[in-house]
């Protein structure tokens, strides 16, 4: 299992990014995916969540209205497009899934793209 997060960098507040997740070893289609955030000198908190056939998503109070996740499952690859961002989103964002085997349940992350909001 492979995740390759993308597209992260440093943009004006008020400004937008578009980050990705490419998923490999896996069956993509089958899990749902989420992305966390882990800003300096704090814990990793969850962002937002798409259900496996991407009809159902969850977000962070933070980030409601202001943020969307979606997918491609024909290309094994989420998003999460973030508008309006503020200093507060500065943070390395990280693709999760959590992924079950007949026995045993897996947590798989991406390595991390930093994601800077400053003037």
């Known amino acids: 299992v492979q995740l390759v997060d993308s597209g992260g960098g440093l943009v004006q507040p008020g400004g937008s990014l578009r980050l990705s997740c490419a998923a490999s070893?896996?069956?993509?289609?089958?899990?749902?995916m989420s992305w966390y955030r882990q800003a300096p000198g704090k814990g990793r908190e969850l962002v937002a969540r798409?259900?496996?056939?991407?009809?159902?998503?969850n977000y962070a109070d933070s980030v409601k209205g202001r943020f969307t996740i979606s997918r491609d499952n024909a290309k094994n690859t989420v998003y999460l497009q973030m508008n309006s961002l503020k200093p507060e989103d500065t943070a390395v964002y990280y693709c999760?899934?959590?992924?079950?085997?007949?026995?045993?349940?897996?947590?798989?992350w991406g390595q991390g793209t930093q994601v800077t909001v400053s003037s």
């Open positions: 070893g896996f069956t993509f289609s089958n899990y749902a």
């Open positions: 798409i259900s496996s056939d991407g009809s159902s998503t």
């Open positions: 999760y899934a959590r992924i079950s085997s007949a026995t045993t349940t897996y947590n798989y």
